[in-house]
């Protein structure tokens, strides 16, 4: 097959907005650089096919402005491998990829911006204009059995997106994307780009027989609300109904929708936000280990020196330690 020049369908830079800046080209990819006051990301794209491009997203931010000028016709395909994916379903409406999930949906539910609700995100992004397909890519689809109408009606309509659930065959068809060598991945990503359309032409899933959890963008504000009011001041503990009461929300509401939007329940996401905010601590300042502990709400050392062990495999000491002799000797 003869090598395709770098595309000249969609950029990233009209996607992304002005949060995008651009840094390298060769002839398999480019990289981007995102960044905004929330953090900052990396997305590697490569071109596939005439009409088909790949995004490797490497995610470390609250949320990326879109612009709306992509194509009408665009399937946007996302698998998720690590964070958390927030996917529009509707101007009003949204559900959540975890890791293990892919979604397929149409340019038409995206919205003004790409949010990751953890502030981490790794995974692949597929974008599909089917109306810039080459004839030679045709004939292959053609050859192959892939009915691209067929998964084009899944969702073409607005409000539309399909949600597989941690299913077996798409992970395997994009773990195998993560792990192989850069030198072969272009090549690599048109053997598994042909296998996932063959997929999702076989697969019996719908949007229709779909049982997915939906949530209008109030109740996200919401609950968004919620987990910005606890991180501003981690030294602080608060319960469920103490929080449910200052929220005007059922306790009940209050966990499930939290455990839906950030992945974990309410005490162990903020455990786990607590020991990152120490890790950046013990690297960056010369605080002693008691005076980081009770800075990211322990009063008692020992026990922040045992959640953080639990959760890092050392204790905080010996973190600081063998990153700072990493970094040195890098």
Known sequence: MEKTPFPNS???????????GYSDESDDCRIYHL???????????????????????????AYCNLQQNTASNMIEINHCTEGRFECDAGEQLCCYMAPGDMAVKSSCTCSENACFPTRHYHGISIFIEPNRFSEELLAILKMLSVDFDKIHAMVSNQNQILILRKNETASHIFSELYTVRETHRAGYLKLKVLELLLFLTDTKCTVSNQTEHYFDRQSVSLIKSIHDFMISDIQKHYTIPELAERFRIAPTTLKKNFSDIYGSSVYAYLKTYRIQESQKMLLRTELSIAEIANAVGYENPAKFSAAFQKECGMTPSAFRKYVRNRVEHD
């Open 35 to 61: 960044n905004n006051e929330t953090g900052a990301g990396t997305i590697t794209i490569y071109h596939v096919f005439q009409g088909i491009q790949a995004a490797f997203n490497d995610i470390h931010m």
């Open 10 to 20: 969609f950029d990233l830079i009209a996607l992304y907005g002005r949060n995008t």
